[in-house]
């Protein structure tokens, strides 16, 4: 860990010209994941401006007609059990709460969970060849040990993943990400927020140099009644996803009129193929209906030696966490399978 | 929450630990956080390559950074006599000879030590250094080198292949497990204090400080008097602190090299590879039953990984060799050496590998055979003598462990057939096994000061790692001298203090035991010898003759001939009695044969439709002879039933095959089991002594919680799906796929 300077921003201002004038200048928000990085020697910044004083983006807010502000700077805890959650977005509840630990929780934020770096072994290797951590050195999962790697939207420069729990829920109800960066503000739909490695790895995501995540919308759907996640892992708690599954159904009677359905440890984003939720519209909500959903976002899906499993995870995941979608009251804590 | 629903009931807390309040409110000082005035710090920085030699080092930009005070590295170091030449350094048996040599023998062998006047200053100057190599070949895939290594006989055969070969019942199969590492929650730590030119002081984290002063002695050459070692609080141990690891005389060499104190504390990925691990390995068993279900013949194969260094052997095949009758066994065995660093005993070393196969060997000739699985073991179990040396077990109650487990579990609702028992996509399963340790007892000494209120302290320089061995001694001293509990305080983990064996091996309360016993009769003998002077009756007493209080002492029953301590002090001109007694083990150990031996019992869940497991409940039901604490005790046994559920269904440290580096080694990459792992976890003890193996007829707990606990649960698998899975950790892509 190299000697930085530290500096407080007062607001969204003052953190830009920070970033303006540092360009090696990093943010941190709770720190989980950039001190980690830092003390592994994957990052060095020289100049660190801590947002966590910025005013205005510590609150949830109700936005007229319908919809829900996150602020970038509630923590993940606080979003999981506030009451607007837990009533209006409980599948954004659960999902957060399947992730990480409750200390780890206490001090992660809204913002800060978006922008985890992936876990691939390798990235975290200094001394190994990775695209992602240094580009043009190669990828050392591919041929590695890549039992936690992608299966789908891979790349031969990269199959790394994703490895947010909050963020497959998010994706599942379509937030919007609000933006504040040198040129103003922006927002950007979920779906396009994280992106595939292609041949640039190293970039997780659409943002830009210096840009700051104000906070996440919720729009007004908020599949209250219909919804579940699944995540599945080597361990019962504090493990990171094998494959996880953000399920919310809108239902009349047991016919499906709208579906969403996001997957997590698979790709290097939440998973989603539009097609495969409107497969789903007018179907009886059924294991069958659900396997043609899994068979349609599993399309293309790509095995490497230790991650083939993935493929049918993946899909008995899915139908599994369709059904468990229709009874929330009966699932289980802890985001496992019920029944 | 539903995970809190089964609250167990709590009646009469048990009694807590002697050192519990200085535990919890932080009084009580791990190694690394004692302070020595003028401390600097140290930081290691490893090897980037697997196999080769350094060509050069590059250390000066880490020189550039403020607060560095010295680099030590192979070309610049402080003479450490011991290791002055490659002859000494063999001679030394210090295993890796740390910074003394230009071979790389692993990733992350350190090659430079960063000494600086704070932990940050040295952290960042180790992340500056860099070397050049010759990279040779670097050989770690276990799976592809294990075959070529031959085996070689392990024990003496009995009877012979020929005799069985026909078997009407047979199960042959290959069984593998993962590296495990034992991450104890506290770091590896020393701080190294040269308070003269030959005089050295250590607070260390280690199971044994004695081992930690005559390893020193040896290789600076200077008396082992000379060497005072503090390790009075140890945060865990499970086997990585039986041996000096070489970040202890990387320490060392530190303080002498800029002649101050020095702390070095390992990271945590330095936890995973420079204090040993549970060697990965290879078995294959075939074992045979007559029709009847007796077991006729057994041949357990074993290859595990070592380093190109040196060789660590596990011992995995002898637990072959004594829980069942069976006339012919024959055991093998061969370590691999890789280009990873040495690996050592891990809770139940060896035993808890071997039982894993022969266990799952055992439940698989069960179905077979068509024989309840606790019928055919009480059917085979070798209760009354040892198979392998035919002695008679001094006491051995293998039997009643497991007719008390099945009734705990409620083993009868067990339907005989597998994949039977279904709760939605949930399928149920029960599973058994067994555990056996040979249980042993080395030579201790033990102390007690005597204050004039009756107060007393027991000492000794053994180590509590967290099995309560401070708590059993107190208990142990109460009951030899009927001092009330709060009279008595407990000091160990000092090697000026009486020495005393490691902890560790199950050996610890056995051989502690007979030290304190034998150093309470020594103060009853004193007492009586002053008090002689007073009343005639105490002339040539014996220590039996003796009865002692909280006040003062008595002849034969309480009360007759009392004289209080306060007269006998006075009388005497005494400010102190003190004492010091030596035991070990005798001609019991000619006579008979001595084990601990637990059963242990599962109920699984597993989802078949995404491979989860849920361990509903384990049952555990061990004999460790007389039980001294029981709190302490069950503690030991759920502890490592925990980490038989890590063994069983995650611990894993995967090792990237073609840059020899360790995969995921902190604590989010490498799994164990947290809470929401283990179940309810049902603790049971036999508690009848052992009279012989030593005054407590305590035989030890540590290591037969975790012993066949793998299997049980495997074996619960199979029942609850009809999978017989081989291969540890039971992930859940493993049920998906098998
Ligand atoms: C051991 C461990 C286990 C974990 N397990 C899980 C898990 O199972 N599931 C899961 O989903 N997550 C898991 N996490 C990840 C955790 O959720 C993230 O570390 C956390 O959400 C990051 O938030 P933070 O506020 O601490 O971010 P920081 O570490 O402060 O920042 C992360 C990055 O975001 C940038 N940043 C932060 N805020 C902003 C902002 N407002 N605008 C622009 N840039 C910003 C920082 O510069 C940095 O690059 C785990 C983490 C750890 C350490």
């Known amino acids: ?339 | 929450m539903r995970f809190f629903e089964n609250q167990p009931a709590v009646t009469n807390a048990p009694e807590g630990r002697v050192e519990g309040v200085a535990k919890v409110t932080g009084s009580g000082k791990y190694a690394a956080e004692y302070h020595a005035g003028n401390m600097c710090y140290a930081v290691m920085a490893g090897s980037t390559i697997a196999s080769g030699t350094i060509k050069s080092i590059h250390t000066t930009d880490a020189r550039q950074v403020a607060g560095v005070l010295d680099i030590i590295t192979h070309t610049r170091k402080p003479l450490v006599p011991g290791m002055a030449d490659a002859a000494k350094i063999k001679e030394s048996r210090f295993g890796l000879p740390v910074f003394h040599t230009d071979n790389i023998y692993f990733k992350g062998q350190p090659i430079a030590l960063v000494i600086a006047e704070t932990l940050e200053d040295a952290t960042y100057a180790a992340s500056l250094i860099s070397a050049e190599y010759t990279t040779t070949e670097a050989k770690v895939d276990f799976d592809k080198a294990h075959a070529a290594v031959p085996l070689n006989a392990a024990g003496k055969e009995r009877g012979s292949a020929d005799a069985w070969r026909d078997a009407p019942y047979q199960s042959e199969a290959e069984y593998t497990i993962e590296h495990e590492v034992h991450n104890p929650m506290e770091m590896h730590a020393t701080i190294a204090h040269w308070e003269g030119p030959d005089k050295l002081k250590l607070y260390d984290k280690n199971q044994g400080v004695n081992n930690v002063q005559r390893t020193f002695a040896r290789l600076w050459n200077i008396p082992a008097d000379n060497i005072e070692v503090f390790s009075e609080f140890v945060g865990g141990g499970f086997g990585s602190g039986l041996r000096v690891w070489p970040h202890c005389l990387a320490a060392i060499m530190a303080a002498k090299q800029v002649n101050r104190p020095v702390k070095l504390v390992l990271t945590r990925p330095q936890m995973f590879l420079l204090t040993g691990y549970r060697p990965k390995s290879w078995q294959k068993v075939r074992m045979g039953a007559d029709a009847g279900g007796r077991f006729t013949g057994l041949l357990h194969q074993a290859r595990h990984s070592t380093s190109v260094y040196e060789s660590f052997n596990d011992g995995i095949t002898r637990i072959s060799r004594m829980v069942y009758n069976i006339s012919n066994v024959k055991t093998e065995q061969a370590t691999v050496p890789l280009n990873m660093s040495t690996p050592t005993w891990m809770r139940g070393p060896g035993d808890c590998s071997g039982a894993f196969a022969v266990e799952c060997t055992v439940d698989e000739l069960s179905y077979q055979l068509k024989q309840d699985p606790v019928a055919l073991r009480l059917k085979n179990l070798a209760i009354t003598h040892d198979p392998e040396s035919g002695k008679p077990w001094s006491t051995h109650y293998l039997n009643e462990c497991i007719e008390k487990g099945a009734a705990l579990i409620n083993w009868q609702q067990r339907k005989p057939l597998p994949g039977q028992d279904k709760e939605g996509d949930w399928a149920i399963g029960y599973g058994m096994a067994t555990g056996m340790w040979n249980a042993g007892r080395g030579n201790a000494s033990a102390g007690i000061t005597m204050q004039r209120d009756g107060a007393i302290t027991v000492k000794t320089a053994m180590t509590d790692i967290g099995t309560g061995t401070g708590t059993g001694i107190q208990n142990i001293a109460h009951e030899q001298t009927g001092i009330a509990k709060n009279k008595i305080k407990i000091e160990l983990g000092n090697s000026h203090l009486p020495p005393a064996p490691s902890q560790g091996g199950s050996t610890g309360l056995s051989t502690i035991s007979g030290a304190v016993a034998a150093t309470c009769n020594a103060l009853k003998q004193k007492l009586a010898g002053y008090a002689a002077a007073q009343d005639d009756t105490y002339k040539n007493a014996q220590a039996a003759d003796i009865v002692l209080s909280d006040t003062g002492i008595s002849w034969q029953t309480a009360g007759n001939h009392f004289i209080a301590y306060t007269s006998l002090f006075e009388k005497n001109n005494l400010t102190t009695v003190e004492v010091e007694a030596s035991s070990g083990p005798g001609a019991e150990r000619q006579q008979y044969a001595f084990c601990s031996s637990a059963a242990h019992f599962c109920r699984v869940k597993v989802h078949t439709k995404t491979g989860k497991v849920k361990i509903d409940k384990m049952v555990t039901v061990a004999d460790g002879g007389s039980i001294v604490n029981e709190k302490a005790a069950a503690n030991q046994i759920s502890g490592a039933v925990v980490g038989g559920i890590g063994m069983a269904l995650m611990e894993e440290q995967a090792t990237d095959q073609r840059y020899g580096s360790l995969i995921g080694n902190d604590l989010a990459g490498y799994h164990f089991a947290v809470n929401a792992d283990a179940p309810v976890i049902e603790v049971a003890f036999i508690n009848k002594p052992d009279k012989n193996i030593n005054p407590s007829g305590a035989k030890g707990l540590g290591e037969v919680g975790i012993i066949g606990c793998a299997a049980a649960i495997v074996n619960a698998i199979y029942h609850a799906t009809g999978k017989r899975l081989r291969s540890l950790p039971v992930t859940p892509d493993k049920i998906l796929l098998g």
């Open chain 1, 1 to 339: 860990m190299n000697n930085f300077t530290y500096t407080t921003a007062g607001s969204i201002t003052a953190a830009l010209q920070h970033t303006k004038r540092h360009p090696q200048a990093m943010y941190i928000a709770g720190g989980t994941n950039l001190l980690d990085l830092w003390k592994y020697n994957l990052l060095h910044p020289q100049t660190l401006v801590d947002l966590n004083g910025v005013p205005g983006y510590h609150t949830i807010e109700a936005k007229e007609g319908g919809g829900l502000q996150l602020g970038a700077l509630v923590t993940n805890a606080a979003t999981a059990y506030h009451p607007l959650i837990e009533q209006r977005y409980p599948l954004l509840s659960k999902a957060i709460l399947a992730g990480a630990s409750a200390q780890i929780r206490n001090m992660a934020t809204n913002g800060g969970n978006l922008l985890q770096r992936t876990r691939c072994y390798y990235y975290y290797d200094g001394d190994v060849p990775c695209n992602k951590r240094e580009p043009g050195t190669g990828c050392s999962a591919i041929k590695g040990y890549n039992r936690i790697h992608a299966i789908l939207g891979a790349s031969e420069h990269c199959i790394a993943v994703f490895p947010s729990d909050m963020c497959v829920a998010l994706a599942a109800l379509e937030a919007v990400v609000q933006i504040t960066g040198q040129q103003g503000k922006r927002s950007i739909p979920f779906a396009d927020f994280h992106r595939l490695p292609g041949n640039a790895p190293e970039k997780d995501n659409a943002l830009q140099a210096g840009d700051i995540i104000t906070s996440i919308d919720l729009p007004a759907k908020e599949f209250a009644h219909h919804y579940s996640y699944l995540k599945l892992r080597d361990r019962h708690s504090y493990a990171f996803a094998l494959v996880s599954v953000a399920t919310a159904l809108e239902l009349e009677g047991n016919e499906i009129k709208e579906a969403r359905i996001a997957l997590g440890g698979v790709a290097h984003k939440p998973w989603r193929i539009p097609e495969a939720e409107q497969l789903l519209q007018g179907k009886p909500a059924t294991a069958e209906s659900f396997a043609q959903a899994a068979d349609k976002l599993l399309e293309g899906a790509q095995g490497y030696p230790h991650n083939q499993f993935k493929i049918e995870l993946a899909k008995k995941a899915i139908i599994r966490n369709g059904l468990m979608a229709l009874h929330p009251e009966t699932q289980l804590p802890g985001a496992q399978p019920s029944a």
